[in-house]
C-alpha cells in the first residue's frame, strides 16, 4: 500500500542532544513538509522541499535541519538549538500543485527529558 | 494575504444530531480549501476538498461542505453525528501550490452519547 511513513511514534531527547525524525513515503511525491504541532494548536510549518536536494525554511525552521538526498526520504533533525523541542511532529507529502491535498504521516511524539 | 478562520475552538453535540463546524477565510484569489481531521495523536486525513468544481462538496464518513464565495465560507456539516467523529478538524486554504497553504486553529468536536 502506497503511504507515508513517520518513526520513532515516540522519542525522548536529554537536553543537548541532537535527535532525528524519520520520515519516508511511496506515493512518488515530489513535495515533503515537516509541521510541529503544540497541545491545542493548529500546525506550523517548518521546513518544506519540493525537490530532491532542494529545501526551503517554513514559519518556525529554527534549532531545525533537514535534507532531501532521496525522493522518498525527508528527515528532520531537532538540533539543541531548539529551546522548546516537545511536541508532536507531522510529516506530510504532494504533488505541488494546486489543488492537490497533502498526506501526512501518524506523527512523532517528542519529549524531552 | 490569505487567512482562515475556524469561528468555534470547541464544538460539543449529542450523538444522532447535526454537526457544524465554520471556517471562514481570506484569499484574494480562488482559493483551494480542504478539511481535514485528526484523532488523538494521529496524523491528518483528508475529509473533502474544494477545487473550483461543484461548490457543495461530498467527503467521507458523511461529512460535507458547501463553498460560499459571497461569504466567503466553507462550512463543514453532517447529518447526523457518531461517536466516532469526535476529533480535531482543520479547514486548510491554499492559493497556488500546497507549500502556500494556510492551516486554521481547529476545531475540536465532543459527541455525546
Known amino acids: 500500500d502506497g503511504g507515508i511513513t513517520q518513526s520513532p511514534k515516540y522519542l525522548f531527547r536529554k537536553e543537548g542532544q541532537n535527535v532525528t525524525l524519520s520520515c519516508e513515503q511511496n506515493l512518488n511525491h515530489d513535495a515533503m513538509y515537516w509541521y510541529r504541532q503544540d497541545p491545542g494548536q493548529g500546525l506550523r510549518l517548518i521546513y518544506y522541499s519540493q525537490i530532491v536536494n532542494d529545501f526551503q525554511k517554513g514559519d518556525i525552521a529554527e534549532g531545525y535541519s533537514v535534507s532531501r538526498e532521496k525522493k522518498e526520504s525527508f528527515p528532520l533533525t531537532v538540533t539543541s538549538a531548539q529551546k522548546n523541542p516537545t511536541a508532536f511532529y507531522l510529516c506530510?507529502?504532494?504533488?505541488?500543485?494546486?489543488?492537490?491535498?497533502?498526506?501526512f504521516g501518524q506523527g512523532t511524539r517528542l519529549t524531552v527529558v | 494575504a490569505q487567512s482562515v478562520t475556524q469561528l468555534d475552538s470547541h464544538v460539543s453535540v449529542s450523538e444522532g444530531t447535526p454537526v457544524l463546524l465554520r471556517c471562514n477565510y481570506s484569499?484574494?484569489?480562488?482559493?483551494?480549501l480542504f478539511w481535514y481531521v485528526q484523532h488523538p495523536n494521529k496524523g491528518l486525513q483528508l475529509l473533502l476538498k474544494y477545487t473550483s468544481a461543484a461548490t457543495l462538496v461530498k467527503g467521507i464518513n458523511g461529512f460535507e461542505a458547501e463553498f460560499k464565495k459571497s461569504e466567503t465560507s466553507f462550512h463543514l456539516t453532517k447529518p447526523s453525528a457518531h461517536m466516532s467523529d469526535a476529533a480535531e478538524y482543520f479547514c486548510v486554504v491554499s492559493e497556488a501550490s500546497y507549500d502556500k497553504v494556510i492551516f486554521g486553529p481547529g476545531t475540536s468536536l465532543s459527541v455525546i452519547p
Open positions: 506530510a507529502s504532494s504533488s505541488p500543485s494546486k489543488y492537490t491535498e497533502a498526506f
Open positions: 484569499s484574494s484569489y480562488s482559493p483551494s
